[in-house]
């Protein structure tokens, strides 16, 4: 498989679940202009321009970030539980991240936004972290006692959240610091040049 992702784009959340799912696979860079880091045009293999995308080994172009850590986790049997309520928490928290907290972070990505627009995208992310704050429990990640796909999501989001000053609750900060020490993690920002 090949992964196709922008170094600390939500694409890293695939990139975190690949090395932990100890499938097969290699990372090809995107660049802001969309070229790959072996040459080609991203656009070429993604029409829809963003990324990731995951090409599989018969060709096939999985994209979606919430697509491509389903395909990993099932593939694997490793990053979401096979059933029971664990299962279903982790998709709904995913789900959540890639709607409500990746969608309002587009207005401070894009430098033609204006301040009353971002003002609001900040806030906006606020209080729908502090939503996902309350199902932190008293264990390491997000759902349960093992890394799942939505602690890959939510460290991105977290890692993003830093980099425009978003306020998160105290908890997030610790939580953070902590995946940045896990192997698949430290891994991943290793090998987008982040570390």
């Known amino acids: 498989m090949k992964l196709y992702g922008a170094n600390g784009g939500c694409s890293q959340a695939s990139h975190i679940a690949l090395i932990e799912s100890g499938l097969p696979y290699t990372f090809v860079s995107v660049a802001r202009d969309k070229k ?22 018969d060709g096939t172009i999985l994209t979606e970030s919430l697509a491509i850590l389903m395909y990993i986790a099932e593939h694997s049997g490793k990053l979401l539980a096979k059933e029971g309520q664990a299962r ?14 990746h969608a309002n972070f587009r207005p401070l990505f894009f430098a033609d936004s204006g301040e009353d627009e971002r003002n609001k995208a900040k806030e906006m992310l606020a209080r729908r972290f502090a939503t996902l704050e309350s199902q932190l429990g008293e264990n390491q990640y ?23 000053d978003i306020a998160v609750p105290q908890r997030f900060g610790t939580y953070a ?14 090998a987008e040049g982040l570390a």
């Open 36 to 57: 790959t880091s072996d040459g080609r045009d991203f656009n070429s293999i993604n029409p829809k321009g963003y990324t990731p995308a995951l090409e599989l080994e």
């Open 88 to 101: 279903w928490r982790t998709l709904e928290s995913t789900e959540f991240m890639t709607t409500e907290l």
């Open 142 to 164: 997000l759902i349960g006692k093992n890394l799942t796909i939505a602690d890959a999501y939510l460290f991105v989001m977290l890692s993003w959240a830093r980099m425009m």
């Open 177 to 190: 610091a902590n995946l940045r020490n896990v192997p698949s993690v430290a891994a991943a920002l290793s």
